[in-house]
T-cell receptor, first 111, second 113 residues
Framework: DAKTTQPNSMESNEEEPVHLPCNHS???????IHWYRQLPSQGPEYVIH???SNVNNRMASLAIAEDRKSSTLILHRATLRDAAVYYC????????????FGKGTKLSVIP | EAGVAQSPRYKIIEKRQSVAFWCNPI?????LYWYQQILGQGPKLLIQ????????DSQLPKDRFSAERLKGVDSTLKIQPAKLEDSAVYLC???????????FGPGTRLLVL
């Protein structure tokens, strides 16, 4: 199974941009890159996903390296409500249903 | 729109007892997932259903864990007998058919003493 590697923790100042990295060097050509975040005592919440091209939505942006071996979730202006554990996940798009969550990055936002 | 419902929210049992968790997915979501999340780790997929058929249960400890999804809607995950290492949060998620964006429930926190 493809694996993901993320830093254990990161800090950001409020209203500053945050770049959360994820390495997935064994990604296959049909794996989609998903990001979820999890607040304490809640289930994970979908943030964004992509395959090859960079993606934007109202929550964040996803930058995918040209070789697809890494990706970066970008929060443009961190708020206190963005403090959570962020998970990078690979989900096979090739007719199989294999998916793998990483260990996550705990983001702390400093007021 | 109602989200994914799970019950109970908390459960404390002794080792070797049995326990069951229930999940009601979002209406119209044919795909249902059960995850185990141990404290400090990412969710680990246990089993995935498409309607009432299993599409992946490769990480389900089948000697003690079982799951079913009758009629392709609600699902139940059972542990029998429970071990100390089963203490975790059990998450249920659902998605539309062939869409991989998952919607998670709040989870059931299990403590095995």
């Amino acid at each position: 199974d493809a694996k993901t590697t993320q830093p254990n923790s990161m800090e950001s100042n409020e209203e500053e941009p945050v770049h959360l990295p994820c390495n997935h060097s064994t990604i296959s050509g049909t794996d989609y890159i998903h990001w979820y975040r999890q607040l304490p005592s809640q289930g994970p919440e979908y943030v964004i996903h992509g395959l090859t091209s960079n993606v934007n939505n109202r929550m964040a942006s996803l930058a995918i390296a040209e070789d697809r071996k890494s990706s970066t979730l970008i929060l443009h202006r961190a708020t206190l409500r963005d403090a959570a554990v962020y998970y990078c996940m690979l989900y096979s798009g090739a007719g199989s249903y294999q998916l793998t969550f990483g260990k996550g990055t705990k983001l702390s936002v400093i007021p | 729109e109602a989200g994914v419902a799970q019950s109970p929210r908390y459960k404390i049992i002794e080792k070797r007892q049995s326990v069951a968790f229930w999940c009601n997915p979002i209406s119209g979501h044919a795909t249902l997932y059960w995850y185990q999340q141990i404290l400090g780790q990412g969710p680990k997929l246990l089993i995935q259903f498409q309607n009432n058929g299993v599409v992946d249960d490769s990480q389900l400890p089948k000697d003690r864990f079982s799951a079913e999804r009758l009629k392709g809607v609600d699902s139940t995950l059972k542990i029998q007998p429970a071990k100390l290492e089963d203490s975790a949060v059990y998450l249920c998620a659902s998605s539309f058919p062939f869409k991989r964006t998952q919607y998670f429930g709040p989870g059931t926190r299990l403590l095995v003493l």
